[in-house]
């Protein structure tokens, strides 16, 4: 760890810039037009796997976070019976935005890897173009959960194992055969610090985002 | 003084009034929210504290709903419902995150894998 150039490449708490002590908003990124075609990833993953790194590594705007409110599904009222603790837990969800050429917008969130927030996850996946599932070689089978229920939604996904120093390396087939990977998604290696590293990762996803779409002449919304 | 959080007047919750409303099903996190110039000196109508702080944010320039709820610390939920009732007092506008020009799903995906090509 003490030879990692700049911090830490997961997703520990950081500056968190709509957290201002005074209670004032902090400096507002306004979108510099109207009629831009905004977009939306998801980046996902366990916690501390990298998602708020990989965008705070591409975000323009300091990245910023929603308090959502989640009633945890599955869980019996009763248990809460006399306990001090609400019946909702709070997450935050982090998201990042990135401007590209040709007015278009890509927002990027950061979203919760486990089952028990699934309702909320359903939500943030609402329009989404595809996932890229973060992955840790030290514990492949913590992003499971997401990936799992991100075929059920039927998003397109690729997965990227975020290089942690020390992690152990595996050679590609062995990682896809851990993570039961169908052939066609793809899998890469990824420094969530860097942006060239991190924008790889996303072309990789785009481009299969891309094949699983009809072509042309046979897009969905063109039918009645 | 500064340092110190202050306590929210009126909880996140109690901000939408504590009801469910309609006119709210076209909103979602990329919805885009902006004032027009002309409506930016003063809204038109005497506003509640939360419909204000809103509608205060977005008077220099355009923001998504859910930066907009970031900036605020306000839940999603309770930011589209202040939107809606801006929108329908006629002090806000709101628009979906596609333009409406017709784009295919394919278009988009090509522009998103062209734009990123680019920055790479």
Redesign the interface.
Same mark, same amino acid.
């Given at each position: 760890m003490d030879s990692v150039p700049s911090g830490s490449p997961d997703d520990r708490p950081h500056d968190r810039p709509?957290?201002r002590?005074? !209670?004032r908003?902090?400096r507002? !990124?306004?979108?510099p037009? =109207?009629?831009?075609?905004?977009?939306?990833l998801l980046v996902a993953g366990p916690f501390g796997v990298g998602k708020t790194t990989l965008i705070r590594t591409l975000s323009e705007i300091a990245t910023?976070?929603?308090?959502?409110?989640m009633t945890e599904t599955g869980r019996p009222v009763d248990d809460l019976a006399g306990l001090p603790e609400k019946s909702t837990t709070t997450v935050a969800v982090d998201?990042g935005?990135?401007t590209?050429?040709?007015n278009?917008v $890509?927002?990027m969130?950061g979203t919760p890897g486990q089952r028990r927030f699934f309702p909320l996850w359903q939500d943030?996946a609402?329009?989404a173009?595809g996932a890229l599932v973060l992955a840790d070689t030290r514990r492949l089978a913590d992003s499971f959960e997401i990936m799992d229920m991100i075929e059920e939604q039927g998003l397109p996904y690729a997965v990227a194992v975020n290089r942690f120093p020390g992690s152990p390396d595996h050679p590609p087939e062995v990682l896809r055969a851990h993570l039961d990977l169908h052939a066609a998604t793809p899998l890469l290696l990824c420094d969530a610090r860097e942006r !060239?590293s991190s924008?790889?990762a996303?072309?990789a996803l785009?481009?299969h985002?891309?094949d699983t779409?009809? *072509?042309?002449a046979t897009?969905?919304?063109?039918r009645p | 003084m500064? *340092?110190?959080?202050?306590r =929210?007047m009126v909880p996140a919750?109690l901000a939408t009034g504590g009801r469910s409303r309609p006119g709210t099903e076209g909103f /979602?996190? $990329?919805t885009?929210l902006?004032a027009d110039r002309a409506d930016r000196a003063e809204p038109p109508t005497e506003l509640e504290p939360e419909h204000r702080r809103l509608w205060e944010?977005l008077r220099?320039?355009?923001?998504?709903v859910? /930066?907009a709820? *970031?900036?605020?610390?306000l839940?999603?939920s309770a930011t589209v419902f202040l939107a809606a009732d801006l929108v329908e007092a006629g002090c806000l506008h709101a628009?979906a995150?596609?333009?409406r020009a017709?784009?295919?799903?394919?278009?988009?995906? /090509?522009?998103?894998?062209?734009?990123?090509? *680019?920055?790479?």
């Open positions: 709509n957290d002590p005074d !209670g908003p902090s507002v !990124g306004y979108l037009d =109207r009629d831009q075609t905004l977009m939306k910023l976070h929603t308090e959502e409110a998201f935005r990135l590209l050429p040709g278009t $890509l927002y969130f943030i609402r329009g173009l !060239g924008l790889d996303l072309i785009a481009e985002v891309l779409l009809p *072509a042309a897009d969905p919304r063109e | 500064t *340092a110190v959080p202050r =929210r919750y /979602e996190r $990329l885009v902006f944010l220099p320039g355009a923001l998504t859910v /930066e709820a *970031a900036h605020l610390r839940p999603v628009r995150p596609i333009p017709q784009q295919t799903d394919r278009s988009i995906v /090509e522009r998103l894998l062209v734009g990123l090509r *680019a920055l790479r």
